[in-house]
């Protein structure tokens, strides 16, 4: 049997269910309402519908979607940036191509591509190393975005570019780290959270030791998980496990990839290019203390930056009310009265029914049965 086949065997996931739903519902019944579990990655929100695991688990286990989209939280002026800077003479824009549709104040970067500007998809950073050589007489920005996934492979490129002495290249970085987040989360107590299931690519880089002030100081389990069924369920599984006990640790169901320290050599990297810990402010979650990150001034030539401040400045808009609630996990999509009506994957309101992990697209695809609420 294949390590796919396996980890979506039917027998191990019935087995699962099994185990999970009296736990479940022992524990729904002394708290008098189903358990409140938050999948902080759109990978897993992708997964549960996808697989219909919604469908499989008992009513007494409600999920919460997270924040942990990285397009879906890119702010309207860092999109604005980006479509400024691609607008202008002698400049290619490089980018991963999910923030190409994502809207801003003046328009996308997929519609300013249609108008003329060089906007190049990449699959990788370095691809921007090989960019910028190929086209010396112009300007190549890479746009940076992700949480802790994807800034080792922009920390990579910088430095890379820096030992190359490229000098036509250029980094305009909106990374956001993780844990601040969703320390951020708990520290708004908006949303009434009973555990986190881990999202499995962060921690791959971050490990599983970076999360112990989810447990020791606001007091909620977290356990890692991946993006199969089996290794869903089995991370679902031990934290209805914790919940039962009176437990709250942090648990690592996916330590095939997540080692408890981490990936050394992508920290490093990290560490060496950035300064971390600076305030951030992102799409639905407002200003987020220690979220960002900036390129360290040693690299300021690779810095896109500067660039910027030749530019019209812009008034972004205000974020869309309902997006907001949505990534805070307030109100499901479903609940957005755009939700299917103005807001479509070909007529996008916000980020989240962009992006191929926003819980909006996730509803979009896999419940074709909901449509947004009358208000």
Not at 244 to 252: A, L, M, T, V
Request: glycine share 10%; aromatic share 6%; hydrophobic share 40%.
């Amino acid at each position: 049997m294949s390590p796919n086949t396996d980890f979506r065997d039917a027998t191990r996931v019935k087995a699962q269910l099994a185990a999970i739903t009296p736990v479940a519902e022992r524990v729904a019944a002394r708290l008098g309402r189903p358990l409140q579990i938050m999948e902080v990655c759109g990978g897993h929100t992708h997964a549960i519908f996808r697989f219909g695991l919604h469908q499989l688990l008992p009513e007494s286990i409600e999920f919460i979607h997270g924040p942990g989209c990285p397009v879906c939280v890119l702010p309207v002026d860092a999109v604005d940036q980006a479509v400024s800077l691609a607008r202008q003479q002698n400049v290619i824009l490089a980018s991963f191509g999910d923030p190409l549709r994502v809207p801003g104040s003046r328009g996308s970067l997929l519609q300013a591509k249609a108008e003329g500007a060089e906007v190049k998809v990449l699959y990788s950073p370095y691809d921007a190393l090989a960019l910028a050589n190929a086209n010396p007489h112009k300007q190549v920005v890479f746009f940076a975005i992700g949480f802790d996934t994807t800034m080792p492979g922009t920390a990579c490129s910088l430095l890379a570019a820096d030992r190359a002495g490229i000098g036509n290249l250029r980094f305009i970085c909106h990374h956001i780290r993780l844990m601040p987040t969703l320390t951020g989360l708990l520290e708004a107590g908006e949303v009434q959270l009973d555990g986190f299931i881990g999202p499995g690519h962060v921690s791959m880089v971050i490990g599983r030791r970076v999360y112990a002030p989810i447990a020791h100081h606001y007091h909620k389990p977290l356990v890692i998980a991946g993006f199969e069924p089996v290794d869903f369920l089995q991370a679902l599984y031990q934290l209805v496990q914790q919940l039962d006990q009176g437990r709250c640790e942090i648990e690592n169901a996916y330590a095939r990839v997540v080692a408890d320290a981490g990936n050394p050599a992508a920290l490093k990297a990290m560490k060496q290019a950035f300064e971390s810990g600076i305030d951030g402010h992102w799409r639905g979650l407002g200003r987020v203390l220690g979220s960002g990150v900036r390129i360290r001034t040693q690299y300021q030539h690779l810095d896109a930056t500067e660039l910027l401040a030749t530019l019209e400045p812009v008034r972004a808009a205000d974020e869309p009310v309902w997006c907001n609630g949505v990534l805070t996990g307030r109100i499901k999509p479903h609940q957005c009265p755009l939700f299917r009506r103005q807001c479509t994957p070909e007529h996008p309101v916000g980020a989240l029914m962009v992006s191929s992990e926003g819980a909006c697209a996730a509803y979009h695809q896999y419940r074709p049965e909901e449509v947004g609420s009358e208000q």
